[in-house]
């Protein structure tokens, strides 16, 4: 019944900015964890960053994307946010917003999630 609904994809060139948002519609997930991944053609998806409800909104981001992405979030709209600056033609991937239960929320929970988006594409150009 709940559904959480992408939107903010789009195509860039590098250097530039996306924000990605994800609407958690429906009865609210009861789950602590969000966050957002990402997977490119033949690539394996990973975890690009989370927050975690629980915990003061502690976020943690992958390494390639730290300093340049922040995840945000409202909780009085039910949104997470994916600020994305200083794009780079290898961020060009599918991006899900996902929620899960976890005591740390870790980047490498895609297998732990258990609602997912639907993907929103971001493509960037050199």
């Known amino acids: 019944q709940v559904q959480l609904v992408e939107s903010g994809g789009g195509s860039v060139q590098a250097g530039g900015s996306l924000r990605l948002s994800c609407l958690a519609s429906g009865y609210s997930p009861s789950t602590n964890c969000m966050g957002w991944f990402r997977q490119a053609p033949g690539n394996e998806r990973e975890g690009v960053a989370t927050?975690?409800?629980?915990?003061?909104?502690?976020?943690r981001y992958a390494d390639s994307v730290k300093g340049r992405f922040t995840i945000s979030k409202d909780n009085d709209k039910n949104t997470i946010f994916l600020q994305m600056n200083s794009l780079k033609p290898e961020d060009t991937a599918m991006y899900y917003c996902?929620?899960?239960?976890?005591?740390?929320?870790?980047?490498?929970?895609?297998?732990?999630?258990?609602?997912w988006g639907q993907g929103t594409q971001v493509n960037v150009s050199s």
């Open positions: 927050i975690n409800n629980n915990n003061w909104g502690s976020t």
């Open positions: 996902a929620t899960w239960r976890g005591t740390f929320c870790f980047l490498s929970s895609s297998t732990r999630a258990t609602i």
